[in-house]
């Protein structure tokens, strides 16, 4: 949107059909998603916050395993400044909107193995204006670099890089970016249902595994 007359170009999002089979028959759990994730679409794979505090129990996006640097994983906040062997990061304004203190965080890269640092313990928005400095209970043990693809997300399963998909968002929502992110109710699927594969978000075969899914064709089956 523009002030000046211009034309937008780019196609229709949420044109295409997430569903194969009836959308009745689908097992589903209506929950909350953590704010700050900006605009999810429906299809977009969840992972559950695992901390012992904060967000607890809230549905984040699911990160998916790669870092080819063309993956589609909302999830991340990425760092602005290389980590360092500290127990801080330092990361965009508007991300840090994904973390609430008490929240368990991990931090993690390409050439580096993820890392749970622990909880939350503050969030200064304060000192800098260009970015937010998140600190956490344990430091890092391998410095995480920006040339690595170095991101800090919330700890949502024990095992895939702390990250374990649990369901698929059935609509899209908006869970708010920045200082007036709220969050969002919405019906995650979980099982009895087959899906377009081509219709879902963050979806590797990591993610797959985790939800006992396979594939036929185009066809995602969740059993």
């Known amino acids: 949107m523009s002030d000046a007359p211009n034309i937008q170009y780019g196609s229709q999002v949420d044109y295409g059909t997430l569903y194969v089979s009836k959308s009745e028959a689908a097992l589903k759990l209506q929950g909350t998603v953590q704010s700050g994730y900006g605009v999810l679409q ?3 794979l969840v992972a559950r916050n695992v901390s012992a505090d904060g967000g607890v129990g809230k549905y984040v996006p699911y990160n998916v395993a790669s870092f080819d640097g063309t993956e589609h994983s909302p999830g991340r906040a990425y760092l602005v400044a290389d980590s360092g062997t500290v127990a801080y990061v330092y990361v965009t304004m508007d991300d840090s909107y994904k973390f609430a203190v ?5 931090v993690n890269s390409s050439g580096e193995n993820a890392e749970n640092l622990g909880a939350v313990t503050a969030i200064d928005r304060t000192t800098e204006r260009q970015r937010a400095k998140i600190t956490a209970t344990a430091s890092i043990a391998n410095s995480m670099t920006t040339a690595e693809t170095a991101y800090v997300s919330i ?7 702390y990250s374990d998909a649990v369901g698929i968002l059935e609509i899209s929502v908006d869970t708010g970016t920045g200082s007036t992110a709220a969050g969002a109710l919405a019906p995650v699927i979980v099982s009895n249902a087959i899906l377009y594969n081509g219709m879902l978000y963050s979806n590797d075969s ?10 036929v064709g185009n066809n995602f089956i969740l059993k």
């Open 42 to 44: 429906a299809g977009q």
């Open 102 to 106: 008490g929240d368990d965080v991990i």
């Open 155 to 161: 700890e949502a399963g024990t095992a895939n890089n």
């Open 206 to 215: 990591t993610a797959r595994t985790a939800l006992g899914a396979t594939l």
